[in-house]
């Protein structure tokens, strides 16, 4: 089994950062990708970013390149999701998910952790 356990949400003003933080734990060893997804209420869950566990290999979706960085500390079995220059559209739910690397699917989910960006 994996744990996953989302931080770092909160309510920000347009402009600021927060960085997303997902600790994994139990059996961390097979994970291979891990990614954050979002979601808000009336629209499907979207994949934001992800990144091998191994590092060589990230993904972003358009509306997080540029602003959004995805990072991981192996020794702490843990990612990062860097948010800059937030704005209203990214206010949703954010959750953090992991994979092995047999299996297209993420397999592995957190608890999600809200991110609301509002004046």
């Known amino acids: 089994q994996v744990q996953l356990v989302e931080s770092g949400g909160g309510l920000v003003r347009p402009g600021d950062s927060l960085r997303l933080s997902c600790a994994a734990s139990?059996?961390?060893?097979?994970?291979?990708?891990m990614g954050w997804f979002r979601q808000v209420p009336g629209k499907e869950r979207e994949l934001v970013s992800a990144i091998n566990w191994s590092g060589i290999d990230t993904f972003y979706a358009d509306s997080a390149k540029g602003r959004f960085t995805i990072s991981r500390d192996n020794a702490k079995n843990t990612v990062y999701l860097q948010m800059n220059s937030l704005n209203p559209e990214d206010s949703a739910v954010y959750y953090c998910a992991a994979r092995s690397e047999e299996d297209y699917k993420y397999k592995y989910w957190g608890q999600g952790t809200q991110v609301t960006v509002s004046s």
């Open positions: 139990g059996r961390t060893f097979g994970i291979y990708r």
